[in-house]
């Protein structure tokens, strides 16, 4: 079917164009068909403005001018392009900064361009960041509404409109319809083709809106039944199924170094009960940073090895893997639980047998126990792990390679789920010999509709408040005038013998964006202000042996400043660390801040949350002085989804599903509902499941697919 025809079969597609639209997730035509225009940006040519006419209410508005003048200011550090355009009636200003700047190269005066923005109440004919449009030919006369398109590289809008013009024509030949017969009958939604041809080149606003309306619907609608679908396969397999806590469980339990919490105690009730059922377990544990979810897992894990199974747990670094491994070894060790270790980059036995160093010393010990072994060799830990020798493995993304075979895998936990998607969850799943019980931890809270859309295949388990004994943190805003004030508690803190982390948005300086880069800071800050005290810098880019020595010494406590980016932000835990300090704390979200905040405030010492802030913006700082005024996740979660939208903080992407094109978690909560309850009945008939099917593999994108093959 042409649907899945290259993009290159369009005329005037060449290899550089192709490139071009690859970068935008376009690779075939129904890539580009489904590539759908700006909501918003449409030019509706019934409403082309004279600068007299612009009204200062914030409102988007459209008209055409000449450029009668590009200034390039730079002030300070910042930088920015003026345009000052005219028409037959007046003058205006528009104001254009980073990431824009480049148009004041594009255009030159006397050139008619198309411009889109909004004028501020009392900011008469002034527009700042307008969308600039090179006037095409014909306009001002064309009639109707056009598409206007994210583009990227040398594409430009009537490019993109040609070819979309074009793969309309195909798709009005012969398109077959993507909802299924039950649903149109139901609804009174657009036919396909015509929904397409009204998105891209609506014929009226009132079309526009029902095109809409209908791939929003049809998005979630092929989501959700992907979801069910997914979890009625797995319903369908049996799992091996686990006895009552037995001496092992107890054992472990009893020698935890704290007593679980009423909340700990409910949520492992959950899900022993899962795990002595011959059903698979589907389940994910919602806790808040630092509520102790780890204990938990610990339980399900030496459940699994108390009834003769092998189980994993994954987490998303390999900082995060090494501390479980560390954690668990402790929790485990009193049952007797052999546990291992896997992560990327471990050597094989072979290379080191030609260079004669292969001893019985190979084998690490990590405790003096025999139980808890550090594998040196990868080839060592996954024949005992195929020869049913671990109990227990721990790792990271590792887990996922072909050769990681277990003799029973039973149980698989992973942890901080929003870095590991549904089709990463399948692939360890696959690597039971039946059905696999699944514990996904997770430290976001996320609000019902939203669970419904990325967690459509799971069970819920909350787990509500903190181990006792916390001191609340204290959080606070700072200014760049108060940056010494900052700089003085670092070093105080330091020299009380507690240890600090400074986060910083950016690796390394950027052109693009305005932000200190932890690179710079690190730089100005350890022969200055911190002379004489021990820093370190660690960040993405570096080695994991690197990363993993640098993380050691801070945990053991001979760094006493740490300076990183968000590689430290989830799960990191070293009790001693007093305080956390943001560069640029207006560039994260309010649930990633509350992560980030979540690595202080662990032990028995009173922490605290320094923010800079490098903006006077109101709307961000009101933002941060959300966080600073609460400390409940799924309080912060959904304020940071109301402030910045589900897109940004939520991305499905991370999830694993498909991003969404058009539908908006959020705002589209209704067709959520009503798009989960007729895939239900899509999904539940026996007849219409193969319909179902079908659509679903044709829609989604690949990645999303391998859980229907799996
Ligand atoms: P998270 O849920 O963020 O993964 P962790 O499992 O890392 O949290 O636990 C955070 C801290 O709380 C750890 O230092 C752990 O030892 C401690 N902790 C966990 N459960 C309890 C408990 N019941 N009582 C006291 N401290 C606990
Ligand atoms: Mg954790």
């Given amino acids: 079917m042409w649907w899945k025809d290259s993009i290159t079969k369009l005329s ?66 910042r930088s920015f392009v003026t345009i000052t355009v005219y028409d037959n009636t007046g003058y205006a200003d528009l104001y254009l900064f980073a990431g824009q700047r480049f148009l004041g190269r594009k255009f030159k005066p006397e050139d008619e361009v198309l411009i889109s923005g909004r004028v501020k109440a009392g900011r008469l004919n002034k527009m700042v960041s307008p969308e600039l449009l090179q006037a095409f030919d014909g306009d001002g006369t064309t009639p109707g509404i056009l598409p206007v398109y994210s583009l990227t590289g040398s594409l430009t809008q009537n490019v993109m409109r040609k070819l979309v013009h074009e793969a309309l024509t195909i798709a009005e030949q012969d398109l077959p319809e993507s909802l299924p017969k039950r649903v149109l009958q139901k609804t009174n939604f657009l036919p396909r083709t015509e929904a397409l041809k009204n998105i891209h080149f609506p014929v009226s606003k009132e079309k526009l809106n029902k095109a809409r309306q209908r791939f929003i619907f049809e998005e979630l609608f092929l989501l959700q039944c992907g979801l069910l679908y997914y979890r009625q396969g797995m319903e369908a397999q049996r799992a091996w199924q686990f006895a009552n806590d037995g001496i092992k469980v107890q054992t472990v339990i009893k020698n935890l170094p704290f007593d679980l919490t009423d909340a700990q105690k409910k949520v492992w009730n959950e899900i022993a009960q899962d795990l002595e059922t011959s059903r698979p377990m589907h389940r994910i544990l919602q806790g808040d940073v630092g509520s102790g979810k780890t204990a938990v897992a610990a339980l399900a894990l030496v459940k699994a090895a108390e009834n003769g199974y092998q189980s994993c747990i994954m987490a998303p670094t390999e900082i995060l893997a090494r501390q479980h491994f560390e954690t668990l070894s402790n929790y485990l060790q009193p049952a007797g639980i052999k546990i291992g270790l896997l992560v990327g980059g471990m050597h094989k036995r072979a290379q080191s047998i030609e260079n004669g160093v292969c001893s019985s010393g190979d084998m690490e010990l990590w405790h003096d126990n025999i139980a808890v072994k550090q594998y040196k060799y990868r080839d060592d830990l996954l024949q005992d792990l195929r020869n049913g020798e671990i109990d227990v493995l721990v790792g990271t993304h590792a887990l996922l390679q072909d050769d990681v075979v277990f003799k029973a895998l039973a149980l698989v936990v992973t942890d901080e789920q929003h870095r590991f998607g549904v089709e990463q969850r399948a692939k360890l799943v696959a690597k039971g010999e039946i059905g696999v019980h699944t514990l996904v931890m997770t430290a976001t809270p996320i609000p019902r509709t939203l669970a419904l859309t990325v967690y459509g295949d799971l069970d819920i388990s909350k787990m509500e408040g903190l181990p006792p004994g916390r001191k609340p943190i204290k959080t606070l805003l700072y200014s760049e005038q108060q940056r010494e004030a900052v700089y003085k508690g670092i070093r105080h803190q330091a020299e009380l013998g507690h240890q600090v982390y400074v986060v910083c948005p950016l690796v390394e300086d950027s052109e693009e964006v305005v932000a200190r880069s932890v690179e710079q800071v690190y730089l100005e800050m350890k022969e200055t202000v911190l002379k004489g005290i021990s820093t370190a810098l660690i960040h993405g880019k570096m080695k994991s042996l690197e990363k993993d020595a640098i993380m050691t010494d801070f945990a053991n406590g001979k760094i006493s400043v740490l300076f990183s980016t968000t590689v430290i932000e989830v799960g990191v835990n070293v009790p001693n660390a007093t305080l ?131």
Avoid: W
């Fill in 12 to 77: 005037g597609v060449g290899i550089k164009r192709a490139a071009d639209l690859e970068r935008l997730g376009i690779a075939t035509i129904g890539d580009l068909l489904y590539f759908y225009p700006r909501q918003g940006a449409y030019l509706d040519y019934s409403e082309v403005k004279t600068i007299r006419d612009l009204v200062p209410d914030g409102s988007k508005q459209l008209f055409k001018a000449k450029i009668f003048r590009i200034n390039n200011v730079n002030r300070g550090k």
């Fill in 580 to 710: 956390m300090v943001v560069e640029n704390a207006e560039r994260f979200g309010l649930a990633q801040l509350h992560q980030l905040r979540g690595r202080v405030g662990r032990g028995t010492e009173q922490s605290f949350c320094a923010l800079m802030v490098g903006t006077e913006d109101s709307e961000a700082i009101e933002r941060l002085q959300i966080l600073a005024s609460s400390e409940d996740g799924f309080y912060l979660a959904e304020q940071d989804l109301r402030l910045r939208g589900a897109g940004q903080l939520f991305g499905l992407r991370q999830h694993g599903l498909p991003d969404l094109h058009i539908a908006d978690i959020l705002r589209d909560t209704d067709i959520i509902v009503e798009a989960r309850k007729m895939a239900q009945e899509c999904v539940s008939n026996d007849t219409e499941r193969e319909e179902i099917k079908q659509l679903v593999q044709m829609q989604l994108d690949e990645r999303f697919q391998m859980i229907f093959n799996s």
